[in-house]
């Protein structure tokens, strides 16, 4: 494994992280505005 390797795999790990945070707030969001209408 070299550093690139690494780094790159940092990365993916990091924007999947955040693809699926803002997916769980997107259904937060829709569930909340779902029960108070």
């Known amino acids: 494994m070299t550093m690139r390797d690494e780094y790159l795999r940092l990365m ?9 945070a ?9 569930g909340v505005a779902f029960v108070v209408s």
Request: contains cysteine.
């Open 22 to 30: 803002v997916a769980v707030i997107c259904l937060v969001i829709t």
């Open 12 to 20: 993916m790990g990091l924007v999947g992280g955040m693809a699926i």
